[in-house]
C-alpha cells in the first residue's frame, strides 16, 4: 500500500504567495476527500505561524482556513506543519481545536533533536505524528538515518525524507530510503521537488526502495519548481499495480477543474528554480529571491548559487536581502 499524502494546500502556498482564500480551501479540500486521498496537509507554506514578514504573510488566517478545510472532510486524516522554532505547542493547540487530526514536525536534517518536544506533546493528543527531514541532501544517508531513529525514539509514526531543494538523482533517493529504512521500525515516506525535473521519478525511487508515504501536489503545485505532481503520480502507480485506494478519475478532475485556475504562473522549471535543484537551495526561496533580485538588480541565478555556496537553510530567509545587496555592490 502506498500512502499519498497531498501538501496543495500547504507546499502550493508557496506558490500563491499563501493567497488561498476560505471557498478555496474548502473547495480543494472536499475535491481531495471525494478523491479518497487519504492524508491532506494544511498550513502556511512554513508551517503553522510561519505567516510573519520574515517568511510572507497569508491572505487569510490559517486557523479560519485550516477550520474550513475540516469542515468537509470526514475521512481522510488532517495533518498541519510545524517548524520548531516557527510553531508552538499552544499554536499546535489551536490547530487540534480548529480541526486538525495530525502533526508532521519539520526540521532540518541534522536537527532532530529540536522536535522531541513537539512530537511528544501531539502523541499525548493523540494526534497521527511524522518525523519530517528537511533538506535531507545536506547531510550523508547514514547521519539522516541516525536523526530518523531520534524522531522515532520520541514517538513518530513515521519519517518523511524531504529533498527540499530538488537536488538528488534517483539513486541518491534510493540510498538515504534504504539507509532510513534500514535504521528503524516505522515506515519512511518522502517528499520531492521538481527543481531538476527529477521529482515524480524521484518519488518512484523512493517507492522501490520502500518508502510507503509519498508527499505529492496537484498540478506540481509548491515552491520552486513545484512538487510530485499528484494526479501523474497516481497514474504511474495505478500503471504499477500499487493499491493506493485513490479515485483517479476524480483526483484528476480535482486538479483540472479547481488547482489550475487558481495557479499564478504555470510550474514550470525556469532559470532560477532550476539554479535551487543545481546549487542544492531550498525551494521555498524562490519567490523571496526574485524579489531580491529586482529589488537590487541582480541576476536572481547569482544570488542562488552564493546561497548554495553559504549553504543556507530553510529560516535563514533574511540573508537573501544580505547576499543581493552584497552582490549590487559589487558589480
Known amino acids: 500500500m502506498i ?16 493567497s488561498f482564500t476560505k471557498d478555496q480551501v474548502i473547495a480543494i479540500a472536499k475535491g481531495l476527500e471525494e478523491a479518497s486521498v487519504p492524508f491532506i496537509e494544511f498550513s502556511h507554506g512554513d508551517g503553522i505561524a510561519g505567516s510573519t514578514f ?50 508532521r514536525v519539520a526540521t532540518h536534517v541534522t536537527e532532530a533533536d529540536i522536535s522531541h518536544q ?41 519519517i518523511n525524507l524531504a529533498d527540499s531543494a530538488g537536488y538528488l538523482l534517483p539513486d541518491q533517493v534510493k540510498e538515504y530510503v534504504n539507509a532510513v529504512k534500514e535504521a528503524v521500525k516505522v515506515p519512511v515516506g518522502f517528499h520531492c521537488h521538481n527543481n531538476l525535473g527529477l521529482a515524480v521519478a524521484n518519488s518512484l525511487a523512493a517507492v522501490e526502495a520502500g518508502a510507503t508515504f ?11 519548481a513545484g512538487n510530485t505532481q499528484a494526479e501523474v503520480f497516481a497514474a504511474i502507480m495505478n500503471r504499477l499495480n500499487y493499491e493506493t485506494g485513490i479515485d483517479f478519475y476524480k483526483y484528476m478532475d480535482a486538479a483540472e477543474n479547481i488547482i489550475e485556475p487558481i495557479m499564478k504562473r504555470p510550474q514550470v522549471i525556469r532559470n532560477a528554480s532550476l539554479m ?9 526561496f524562490l519567490l523571496h529571491t526574485y524579489r531580491a533580485a529586482e529589488k537590487f538588480n541582480v541576476d536572481p541565478r547569482d544570488i542562488l548559487s552564493e546561497l548554495g ?23
Open 54 to 103: 520574515n517568511y510572507g504573510f497569508s491572505l487569510v488566517n490559517e486557523m479560519e482556513l485550516l477550520k474550513a478545510a475540516s469542515s468537509v472532510i470526514k475521512n481522510s486524516k488532517l495533518l498541519v506543519l510545524l517548524l520548531p522554532g516557527i510553531g508552538t505547542i499552544e499554536t499546535l493547540k489551536e490547530a487540534v481545536d480548529n480541526g486538525a487530526t495530525g502533526l
Open 3 to 18: 500512502n499519498i499524502v497531498d501538501t496543495t494546500l500547504r507546499d502550493g502556498s508557496h506558490s500563491v504567495s499563501h
Open 214 to 224: 509519498i508527499d505529492v501536489t496537484m498540478r506540481g503545485l509548491g515552491a520552486g
Open 118 to 158: 513537539h512530537i511528544d506533546a501531539a502523541k499525548k493528543m493523540n494526534l497521527f505524528t511524522v518525523g519530517f527531514l528537511m533538506m535531507v541532501h545536506m547531510a550523508p544517508p547514514s547521519i539522516a538515518a541516525e536523526q530518523a531513529k531520534l524522531m522515532e525514539s520520541y514517538g513518530a509514526d513515521y
Open 309 to 331: 555556496k553559504r549553504r543556507m537553510v530553510g529560516g535563514q530567509e533574511d540573508m537573501i536581502i544580505d547576499v543581493a545587496y552584497n552582490l549590487s555592490k559589487s558589480k
Open 276 to 284: 535551487l535543484g543545481y546549487a542544492g537551495v531550498y525551494s521555498s
